[in-house]
Nanobody
Framework: VQLVESGGGLVPAGGSLRLSCAPS????????IAWFRQAPGKVREFVAT????????YYADSVKGRFTISRDNAKNTVYLQMNSLKPEDTADYYC????????????????????WGQGTQVTVSS
């Protein structure tokens, strides 16, 4: 399984970006896809996750109201729409896929995810 990410870039504060994550490598099912981010010198942190079947979403407090995670079942793609970006959103963003059901408390942990993308860089200038 490979996760192909796209959509990163440089944007001024207050701007928007949309990240995409598309699993590839065969026919398979997945339970949830999440976005994590890692800024230089900091630990990787949870951003948002969405479950495939129900489309249930969870967000980190730092992005609630600004970021929206969604899925397109037909395209087997997950999106992260990021609005009102702030310089502190600057980081490498990674999508991750979990194949097995998990509780909300576990879905925010990077440890449970089976597959990871290569990352896409987001830079927000002040």
């Amino acid at each position: 399984v490979q996760l192909v990410e796209s959509g990163g870039g440089l944007v001024p504060a207050g701007g928007s970006l949309r990240l995409s994550c598309a699993p590839s490598g065969g026919t398979f099912s997945w339970y949830a896809i999440a976005w994590f981010r890692q800024a230089p010198g900091k630990v990787r942190e949870f951003v948002a996750t969405i479950t495939w079947n129900a489309g249930t979403t969870y967000y980190a407090d730092s992005v609630k109201g600004r970021f929206t995670i969604s899925r397109d079942n037909a395209k087997n793609t997950v999106y992260l729409q990021m609005n009102s970006l702030k310089p502190e959103d600057t980081a490498d963003y990674y999508c991750a896929l979990e194949r097995s059901p998990a509780t909300p408390g576990l879905l925010v942990s990077s440890r449970i995810y089976d597959y990871w993308g290569q990352g896409t860089q987001v830079t927000v200038s002040s």
